[in-house]
């Protein structure tokens, strides 16, 4: 392997690098444009053939980030849920391509990248209005550095621009605590609740920690009221279109959330009043049937839900997904391990528990110093009585 450099500009060089097809044996030249001094041009050629020596050389292209983007999305689509893809799409064409999408792909640097995340922060609203949120411009490094992957698997790029950036420059994002309802408020959201079609969503998410797409996918065959516990199997996901489907439990995973003594009382309450309501319309209800539905039957779409708990729960200044943070923090209020607490909210693992609920970690921690105080006070005490 063999390379060498040419002046065509003051300032712009050529990069000439030399070698044998293995095939036919005959010399094949690739050329390389680089912008600088000398000694630059040098070091970028003795890098290009330590590359293509080592066998991670890239062929020199003028595809752009955005065609890329365009490409990524088609590949990823049969592989992510649809309002996966559909929030990746809009992350991907309406944040990152009008900043990053004219640069050509092989030649995007960690400063760009960097750059970007700035002028986003500042002017990154496509209306004008000012810059993007940290949690937004967060979402994009997220995307991004996942498309870069894929080019660089792809061998596109000799290497991920986004992974080369410091934490220190990718977006933070301060964690705001969510809004939660203590006993005696939800007490009085129940009593204001209990008539109404949304008493059963209230109670699947405070006593039980469910998702909003969980509660409105579950059917009763996965409900066992004689044994006290629930199966969370799926999710039901709406997109922006207003497309619904029913897809697996988040992260793949489904589990098993036991239901307390109140939540069964309510639930076989619901059923016998659900299943009157059917037989009204004619049909005969059964295991296959949501436990939360329409009047006439139908599903409950996710966003409706929401829809009408916020409105509902506005007195109390908490949201439906507050109601399922409220239970995490009645949990660990209570003392409850947070391996336990993991398992009934179905995060993937309990660093993203602690993380979540950090907030409430600090009372905990006073606790448990007060009891090896006090477990350790008894036995010194014990022991100078002996010795005594």
Not at 121 to 148: C, I, K, N, Q, W
Not at 281 to 309: C, F, I, M
């Given at each position: 392997m063999k390379g060498s450099i040419k002046e065509r500009s003051p300032g712009h060089w050529a990069i000439i690098l030399d070698q044998r097809d293995p095939a036919t044996g005959k010399r094949r030249r690739k050329w390389h444009s680089f912008k600088g001094n000398k000694r630059g041009a040098q070091t970028?050629?003795?890098?290009?053939?330590?590359?293509?020596?080592?066998?991670?050389?890239?062929?020199?292209?003028?595809?752009?980030?955005?065609?890329?983007?365009?490409?990524?999305?088609k590949h990823i689509k049969p592989n992510v849920s649809p309002r996966t893809h559909e929030r990746y799409e809009q992350i991907a064409l309406k944040n990152i391509a009008p900043l990053l999408g004219a640069k050509v792909l092989s030649k995007l640097q960690p400063?760009?990248?960097?750059?970007?995340?700035?002028?986003?922060?500042?002017?990154?609203?496509?209306?004008?209005?000012?810059?993007?949120?940290?949690?937004?411009?967060?979402?994009?490094?997220?995307?991004?550095?996942?498309?870069?992957g894929q080019a660089e698997r792809w061998r596109?790029?000799?290497?991920?621009?986004?992974?080369?950036?410091?934490?220190?420059?990718?977006?933070?994002?301060?964690?705001?605590?969510?809004?939660?309802?203590?006993?005696p408020a939800t007490a009085a959201a129940f009593d204001?609740?209990?008539?109404?079609?949304?008493?059963?969503?209230?109670?699947?998410?405070?006593?039980?920690?469910?998702?909003?797409?969980?509660?409105?996918?579950?059917?009763?065959?996965?409900?066992?009221?004689?044994?006290?516990?629930?199966?969370?199997?799926?999710?039901?996901?709406?997109?922006?279109?207003?497309?619904?489907?029913?897809?697996?439990?988040?992260?793949?995973?489904?589990?098993?959330?036991?239901?307390?003594?109140?939540?069964?009382?309510?639930?076989?309450?619901?059923?016998?009043?659900?299943?009157?309501?059917?037989?009204?319309?004619?049909?005969?209800?059964?295991?296959?049937?949501?436990?939360?539905?329409?009047?006439?039957?139908?599903?409950?779409?996710?966003?409706?839900?929401?829809?009408?708990?916020?409105?509902?729960?506005?007195?109390?200044?908490v949201t439906l997904h507050g109601l399922r943070h409220s239970h995490a923090s009645h949990m660990l209020a209570s003392n409850i391990h947070p391996k336990i607490v993991q398992e009934r909210l179905g995060h993937s693992s309990i660093a993203i528990t602690m993380d979540i609920y950090s907030h409430l970690m600090p009372n905990m921690q006073g606790e448990a110093a007060a009891t090896v105080d006090g477990v350790l006070r008894a036995a010194i005490n014990k022991r100078t009585d002996d010795v005594g």
């Open positions: 970028e050629c003795a890098r290009l053939i330590s590359e293509m020596n080592g066998g991670d050389y890239v062929e020199p292209s003028k595809l752009t980030l955005a065609q890329f983007l365009d490409r990524w999305l400063i760009d990248i960097s750059q970007a995340y700035s002028k986003a922060l500042e002017s990154g609203r496509r209306d004008g209005s000012g810059g993007l949120s940290p949690r937004t411009v967060h979402h994009m490094h997220r995307v991004l550095f996942s498309a870069l596109l790029i000799a290497r991920n621009p986004a992974a080369l950036l410091e934490k220190r420059d990718r977006p933070k994002i301060e964690r705001k605590p969510v809004r939660t309802i203590d006993a204001a609740a209990r008539e109404r079609r949304l008493f059963i969503p209230l109670i699947l998410a405070t006593l039980c920690g469910l998702r909003r797409g969980e509660i409105t996918a579950l059917r009763w065959r996965c409900v066992d009221l004689d044994k006290g516990q629930l199966a969370v199997v799926a999710s039901t996901e709406q997109t922006d279109a207003g497309t619904i489907r029913e897809k697996e439990a988040k992260s793949g995973r489904a589990r098993t959330v036991a239901l307390p003594s109140m939540a069964v009382e309510e639930l076989r309450r619901w059923r016998v009043l659900q299943a009157e309501e059917m037989l009204r319309l004619g049909v005969r209800a059964d295991d296959d049937l949501h436990v939360v539905t329409q009047v006439e039957g139908s599903p409950l779409q996710p966003r409706s839900l929401t829809h009408s708990v916020s409105e509902f729960l506005k007195v109390w200044g």
